[in-house]
């Protein structure tokens, strides 16, 4: 086991009303996140971080295996990996039950006494599965925060939606309203997350 300052759990939306392009901008969007000079001063200066990456839509399935960053190769090479990744969903969106799948997730962790997050990343309501307010609720009581990002799409803002369901108390939601901000926000919600740990110390 190791001592880390976060366990970052992120939960990337991969149902149906993402296509292709969007899908690489989310995927490419976390990856070049980790090679930002932000986040890589930010694993730096928060110390050794575990990470792991899913994808769900009815089911939830792992992106990559739990890695410990700590160093600029260390972010270089989880980008690699994520960026190397495989979609294998596209159908209803069961936010609540990928929340359920990471919290249980956590106790795999290399880094069980690290701070816990999950960072959830869609553009729309769940319509499948567990509802997401219960797997906030779950969440609260484990006393794992929940993050989103919300990205807004011709079809409805996923923002109010995600405040009164799925972001935990102590959590934030970052708002885009176009994907070509996706990338850029990614940077920025990653960072957030570690210097929250850093700020904590």
Known sequence: MSACAIA????LDASASIPMQQWRILVEGHA???????????????????VRAWHYSDVTRPLTPWRVLATDADAYAYAREIRAAERTLSANTATGNAMLTALADFAASPCPDADRIID???????NAGTPAAKA??????AEVRVNVLAIET?????????????VTPDGFVLRV???Q????AIVRKISLELAGATNGR
């Open 32 to 50: 070049a996140a980790f090679e930002s000079a932000e986040v890589r001063r930010a694993v730096r200066v928060a110390g050794p971080v575990a």
């Open 120 to 126: 959830v990343a869609t553009d729309g309501h769940e």
């Open 177 to 179: 309203t176009n994907w």
């Open 136 to 141: 906030r609720d779950a969440a609260i009581t």
């Open 154 to 166: 011709a079809e409805g803002d996923p923002e109010p939606f995600a405040r009164e369901n799925i």
């Open 8 to 11: 970052l759990a992120l939960l």
């Open 181 to 184: 901000d996706v990338p850029r």
